[in-house]
């Protein structure tokens, strides 16, 4: 182990110590019991800690070039968390999608494993819910005090959403009752905390504004874009994906609109099962069968990544990916909400080819396993490169369009409306609200106006596909207003995987092999996608 390797390892022991929640979304074992110290002195300490490494890094010598590049993956990690802390965008910061409140959940979630739930963890993780609390609302009117509070938009949905917790942990069994009902307690005072003291404070205005979002696009991408360029590249991706939608549409329903050909999908009860445990089968099924086809042709898939646990939870969560624990005890596990009681089905391959393999399952799962040329930091903080990740998601679509996995023009359509469509939709909307750009002319949509969250609303709930309607528009425009930068990630990161497939492709001509470049392109792990293009322009060549 070099020098290097060492660090970055005592490092991720550390920060798992340091944000246990953090840790279990990671598949750190070890602190399966313990909850994050969201107070001021666990904001610190992991500032310290940051401080610390960073500076340990750089007096860290370097020998190769792996250990350069591990050093790469470390440094910029550190230095972007770093710049996002000095600027107090941490620790006073709430939202719809991934702030404190939400990391609670979550870790409790992974420990809700049925007959396999390790039950002395579940109630030291349930019964420090009410202490993590009360550190995190210390934290929250210390910045209060100073002028830091989130929109009052994220401020009111995080404290519905801690009662929805609530609620969540009266449905845990009986043998947890005092933990979950003392926890209970301390997130329904904690949401009248938001309600009628944060609330208040907390300005009206959504918009972050250019300095911030392009921190926190950094800190999501790895890249500092042209957050102007992007944006104008959002739509004329929206275009081209909506005239091949328009391709499809005609295939399906010939003469028809789009949209009444995505109703009549919506409607045909071909595309639809009975029941959440049917659809939980269905998608088992499906991602069972991609995995044994993919293997040993398109991809070599180690036995242990070989099952994906796929689970329909009683509650809407949404719809993500948990990768294997290091000890491989828990998984790999795709948690997918449903909220019909007959769930359609024609846009649901691309997202389990999204989830599952060739996406998040095949390339964290090789992450975690891949004790050959990565370090433990390398291996786990895929959770940290999201540009990285879900560029390689919504590229594994795309890649089992090209390998012709879609086996109807409905599931084509689905992996196009129901997942490029809204990603490029994402592109233009988060750039244009937090920048408060005005709407290109020509658009065909409220050409020329500022965008605004009424706007953003509008165009989300028309523009999204089979993801469509009222309240799933709403989530994510406040999805969106509450993580500046984060909704980009995926078509950005796409953007840039299939830039880089084409230079390989460009500098090796007749050498270039599809397979070859996938596994040099997984071997280097998770990283900024500045370095990741860097990296594979100097292995590719």
């Known amino acids: 182990m070099s020098d290097v390797d060492a660090l970055s390892d005592r490092y991720v022991g550390h920060l798992a110590a340091a944000d246990p929640c953090l840790a279990a979304m990671m598949g750190i074992a070890g602190h399966d019991g313990e909850l994050t110290d969201y107070g001021p002195d666990g904001f610190a300490a992991r500032h310290e800690l940051a401080e610390r490494t960073l500076a340990e890094l750089a007096a860290t010598p370097v020998n190769s070039d792996s250990e350069r590049r591990a050093a790469a993956v470390l440094r910029d990690r550190l230095e972007i968390d770093l710049a996002r802390s000095v600027a107090g965008y941490v620790d006073a910061d709430l939202n719809t999608v ?8 979550q870790a409790i979630e992974v420990l809700d494993q049925g007959e396999r739930t390790v039950v002395a963890d579940m109630r030291s993780r349930l019964a420090g819910i009410p202490e993590a609390l009360a550190g995190l609302r210390e934290s929250l009117e210390r910045g209060r005090q ?18 929805e917790f609530a609620d969540y942990l009266g449905t845990l069994p009986p043998a947890y009752r005092a933990e979950t009902e003392r926890a209970g307690d301390a997130l329904v005072e904690f949401a009248s905390y938001l309600t009628d003291v944060l609330a208040p404070a907390a300005p009206v205005r959504d918009a972050v504004g250019r300095e911030r979002y392009a921190l926190e696009a950094r800190n999501f991408l790895g890249s500092e874009i042209d957050l102007l360029e992007t944006y104008e590249w959002g739509w004329q991706e929206l275009a081209r994906l909506e005239a091949e939608m328009r391709e499809v549409g005609a295939q399906i329903r010939p003469g028809e609109p789009l949209p009444a050909v995505l109703a009549a999908l919506d409607a045909d009860p071909a595309h639809r099962v009975a029941g959440a445990e049917q659809f939980r089968a269905w998608i088992q099924e499906l991602a069972d069968k991609a995995i044994a086809d993919l293997d040993g042709t398109h991809f070599d898939i180690p036995e242990p990544l070989r099952r994906l646990d796929c689970r329909v939870p009683g509650s809407n969560t949404g719809i993500y990916y948990l990768a294997p624990a290091e000890d491989l005890s828990r998984p790999g596990t795709v948690w997918y909400s449903v909220t019909e009681d007959e769930p359609s089905t024609w846009a649901v391959p691309s997202v389990m080819f999204h989830e599952g393999a060739p996406g998040h399952h095949l390339q964290l799962g090789l992450n975690v396993l891949n004790t050959r040329t990565l370090n433990r930091f390398q291996r786990l903080s895929a959770e940290l490169h999201v540009g990285h990740g879900e560029g390689w998601g919504i590229y594994a679509e795309r890649l089992m369009d090209e390998l012709g996995y879609y086996e109807l023009p409905a599931h084509r359509m689905g992996m196009l409306a129901g997942g490029q469509q809204l990603r490029a939709v994402r592109v233009i909307v988060d750039i244009g609200l937090h920048l408060e750009l005005p709407i290109p002319a020509g658009a065909g949509f409220h050409d020329g106006a500022v965008w605004t969250p009424d706007l953003a609303f509008e165009f989300v709930r028309d523009r999204s596909g089979s993801m469509g309607g009222a309240e799933f528009a709403r989530f994510q425009v406040d999805r969106y207003l509450g993580l500046p930068g984060q909704a980009i990630a995926y078509k950005v990161g796409e953007r840039v995987w299939l830039a880089a497939r084409a230079a390989a492709q460009a500098r090796q001509g007749s050498r270039f092999d599809l397979r070859t470049f996938h596994s040099t392109a997984l071997d280097l792990g998770p990283m900024g996608l500045d370095l990741l293009t860097s990296e594979l322009a100097t292995l590719l060549t």
């Open 98 to 105: 991934d702030g404190p409140p939400q990391r609670l959940r």
């Open 146 to 163: 100073q002028g830091r509070v989130s929109a009052v938009r994220q401020v009111v949905n995080t404290a519905r959403q801690s009662k």
